[in-house]
T-cell receptor
Framework: GAGVSQTPSNKVTEKGKYVELRCDPI?????LYWYRQSLGQGPEFLIYFQGTGAADDSGLPNDRFFAVRPEGSVSTLKIQRTERGDSAVYLCASSRRPGTTEAFFGQGTRLTVV | EDKVVQSPLSLVVHEGDTVTLNCSYE??????LLWYKQEKKAPTFLFMLTSSGIEKKSGRLSSILDKKELSSILNITATQTGDSAIYLCAVVGGFGNEKLTFGTGTRLTIIP
């Protein structure tokens, strides 16, 4: 596609529920990143994929968070037992290849846990 | 742990003014520094600065990297209302490390 696509754009869920956030990167981009941005803060790194594998998941806050990229393209960020503190904008970015840190971001998913 | 500090946190100027935004960083094995503009949700790429490319310019925007002072500035001349946004600075460091470490951003507001 022309740009990084994220769905849904907004998600409201109840505390304790499970959510999935989807990211469709720019065609041909092998690197994919997830970031989380809270109000008034810069984006915070969560996880980085190179192809199908998670090359760096050091930013995932705890084991309720998990992400997959089974075919090396679309990625899904999964959050179990959501908490109010998980409310944030979740941003996905992709770049052409490793070492090219010119990452292009999607519009994000605003997650609200009530 | 990598760290990025941006200043000022917010800035309000009149259309036509020139502004300078600051970014200082602490990073192990510095590789690159990036500037993004964020108007709604998606940060939009502006510049990437590296040891081999310490100065970039695009129209009214320009940026300089000072590796000695571990800092960068983003200049915007003849500001327009469309320049109103949050400007984010990020760094990449380490070998085999691809993650961006962002600052909290500078919120720029241009008054007509």
């Amino acid at each position: 596609g022309a740009g990084v696509s994220q769905t849904p754009s907004n998600k409201v869920t109840e505390k304790g529920k499970y959510v999935e956030l989807r990211c469709d990167p720019i065609s041909g981009h092998t690197a994919l990143y997830w970031y989380r941005q809270s109000l008034g803060q810069g984006p915070e790194f969560l996880i980085y994929f190179q192809g199908t594998g998670a090359a760096d998941d050091s930013g995932l806050p705890n084991d309720r968070f998990f992400a997959v990229r089974p075919e090396g393209s679309v990625s899904t960020l999964k959050i179990q037992r959501t908490e109010r503190g998980d409310s944030a904008v979740y941003l996905c970015a992709s770049s052409r290849r490793p070492g090219t840190t010119e990452a292009f971001f999607g519009q994000g998913t605003r997650l609200t846990v009530v | 742990e990598d760290k990025v500090v941006q200043s000022p946190l917010s800035l309000v100027v009149h259309e036509g003014d020139t502004v300078t935004l600051n970014c200082s960083y602490e990073v192990t094995n510095f590789r690159s520094l990036l500037w993004y503009k964020q108007e709604k949700k998606a940060p939009t790429f502006l510049f990437m600065l590296t040891s081999s490319g310490i100065e970039k310019k695009s129209g009214r925007l320009s940026s300089i990297l000072d590796k000695k002072e571990l800092s960068s500035i983003l200049n915007i001349t003849a500001t327009q209302t469309g320049d109103s946004a949050i400007y984010l600075c990020a760094v990449v460091g380490g070998f085999g490390n691809e993650k961006l470490t962002f600052g909290t951003g500078t919120r720029l507001t241009i008054i007509p």
